[in-house]
């Protein structure tokens, strides 16, 4: 399931200009890294990579991306009514802002000597000017800046199924690209040291000219940082004077706020548990809550939130605590618990807790005679009995390949094919099926005198299209929930199991499921049967005893589980 990822367009302005400054740092970072090797390679590097960053069409593109992603992070600063966010929120905003500040010295003593004064800015020229004295700026400058783009990508990519599986790749990535950059950065400015001569590009005047604009640049947005500061200060002043409303929280306290604040900023300035995993950037569903009185007076959704309601198919009086801004008393309830957002957030990579359409075969085994031998014994033997069979019969179900959905008394529920083709699936429940017919044959073998008479099997299977899904309770985490499948071919194979009394067999199989396995079982008897709730009757195929079912020899299931 592809969980919305757009937000609002200024979540996605910001996401998309983002994007071109990360690439830029990262190929930036890349071509540093190449110090390791040699200053030449390193030359090599940045004459193609120039071609793009120093063209007018890229220039415009960088500085346009750049200016746009600090005035939406500006922005975000200001529109903010709290700042009780997340860690990786503030490390994330903190050092978005504070990277100009690194920023305006780096480029004014490199891109600015090339284009007030012609100074060729080569790594000759910059590793010359930059090491030791500049080696904290540029090692403080790198990590705010990488700091920063990780936290924005992470916090995009966590909302993708996939991301869980390449999650360590991305961290170690992260961790090993700039200390490889910093690491070439280092190592070749001492080599250049060593091994060449500088000449001095400046006159007295020149140099005083960068060093002024290096001093105004720096004190100058450093006074607009603190103006920043003084807005906030104030606004939150003004805010004591506007028009309060009543929040009122299910079970929870009930809250006059002023007007313009979120419902999920509400809950965080008043430490109300309220779940989050965006981070209150409309691309999850986590912080959704029920309106229970006022919805008529409240604004009505935006694009970007009635993509995610859609998306999980919401009532009508749910909405996105982060996005609502109520504009009247308001009585909401919290949906999803916020003390396990942990778990709410790995169940965002499990295809399963959200349930997925995929096409597998389902097995229905249920053991005969089994109810009259209980009646007969005392309890302890009735339960070892039943265990002994059933540890076999998961252990066999395991070992072709399938997943044991649920025991229900003596019987037993399986799926096979889970995230595999549906080919494999069918032969591994025919195998399956075989398996657990000699097993039987055992345990009969091995209780002997003990019972009147030998225990026997049903078996039913059928293939098709199910939902498979996480089912249980609330309260318990989704690894704890165990995946069990929903509709018509559950039915039809519980159908087929039943039947097998009827038929005298032990087992049924449906001819799809055959088809789907490529098995041809010549001589066994083929019928219809008629599943409730199924307009057209079920072409199954008669197993007598499946011990004796024929398997090709060149089907290696296990093999073929393996490499699944």
């Known amino acids: ?102 920023l305006a010295r780096h480029v004014l003593g490199l891109r600015g000597a090339n284009l007030f004064f ?9 590793l010359w000017i930059m090491w030791p004295a500049e080696g904290l ?36 990535f992260a961790v090993l690209w700039p200390v490889l950059a910093y690491a070439g950065f280092v190592m070749a400015a001492r080599v250049v040291q060593l091994e060449t001569e500088f000449d001095y590009p400046f006159t007295d005047d020149q140099y005083a000219f960068l060093d002024r604009a290096m001093k105004i640049a720096l004190y100058g947005y450093a006074a607009f940082l603190a103006l920043l500061v003084v807005v906030r200060l104030a606004r939150a002043g003004l805010e004591r004077l506007r028009p309060r409303i009543a929040v009122a929280y299910a079970g ?34 986590t912080c959704r809550v029920r309106v229970l009185e006022g919805l008529d007076k409240q604004p009505q959704a935006g694009a970007a939130e009635r993509r995610v309601l859609d998306r999980i198919g919401a009532a009508a009086n749910v909405r996105l605590a982060c996005q609502l801004r109520p504009a009247a008393d308001i009585s909401v309830a919290t949906l999803l618990p916020a003390h396990r957002t942990w778990f709410l957030e790995s169940a965002l990579y499990d ?18 005679g089994f109810t009259a031998l209980s009646e007969k014994r005392l309890p302890f033997d009735t339960v070892f009995i039943l265990n002994q069979y059933l540890s076999r019969i998961a252990e066999v179900i395991e070992d072709a390949g399938g997943y044991v959905d649920k025991f229900i008394g003596d019987a037993v529920m399986a799926i096979f094919g889970i995230g595999s083709p549906v080919e494999l699936g069918a032969r591994q429940s025919l195998a399956a099926a075989k398996a657990i017919a000699g097993v039987l044959e055992g345990l009969n073998a091995s209780l002997g005198d003990d019972i009147p008479e030998p225990l026997d099997v049903a078996m039913g299977i059928d293939t098709g299209t199910v939902i498979l899904g ?18 018509d071919i559950v039915n039809s194979a519980s159908r ?17 499921t055959a088809d789907a396995a490529g098995f041809a079982m010549p001589g066994a008897a083929t019928n219809t049967i008629q599943v409730k709730g199924r307009k057209a009757p079920l072409e199954v195929i008669e197993i007598p005893r499946a011990v004796a079912l024929s398997i090709p020899a060149d089907t290696d299931i296990r093999s073929q589980v393996d490499q699944s």
């Open 1 to 102: 399931m592809n969980l919305p990822a757009s937000g609002t367009f200024a979540q996605s302005l910001r996401l998309a200009t983002g994007m071109i400054l990360f690439a830029y740092v990262i190929t930036h970072l890349g071509n540093h890294a190449l110090g390791l090797i040699d200053i030449d390679t390193m030359q090599a590097a940045r004459k193609y990579r120039l071609l793009v960053t120093r063209s007018w069409p890229g220039q415009a593109v960088l500085i346009g991306a750049f200016l746009i992603h600090l005035a939406l992070g500006v922005y975000k600063f200001l529109e903010r009514r709290t700042l009780r966010i997340s860690a990786p929120e503030i490390i994330q905003l903190t050092f978005g802002l504070f990277i100009p500040l690194l």
């Open 118 to 126: 012609d100074v060729d800015d080569n790594y000759y020229y910059a």
């Open 137 to 172: 700026w540029q090692a403080g400058l790198i990590l705010l800046a990488w700091v920063h783009c990780w936290i924005g990508l992470f916090h995009w990519l966590r909302l993708k199924p996939w991301f869980v599986r390449a999650r360590p790749w991305f961290i170690g």
């Open 252 to 285: 929870g306290p009930v809250l006059m706020v002023p007007l313009g604040y979120s419902l999920l900023e509400v809950s965080r300035l008043h430490d109300v548990p309220h779940a989050s995993i965006c981070g209150g950037r409309a691309r999850c569903s």
């Open 351 to 368: 295809k399963y807790y959200w349930g997925v359409e995929e096409a597998v075969t389902i097995m229905f085994c249920d053991l005969r």
């Open 470 to 487: 996480r089912i249980g309770s609330a309260e318990k985490e989704h690894a704890g929930r165990h995946i069990t499948a929903l509709g």
């Open 496 to 512: 087929l199991e039943v039947s097998c009394r009827e038929y005298g067999v032990q087992l049924l199989v449906s001819k799809r």
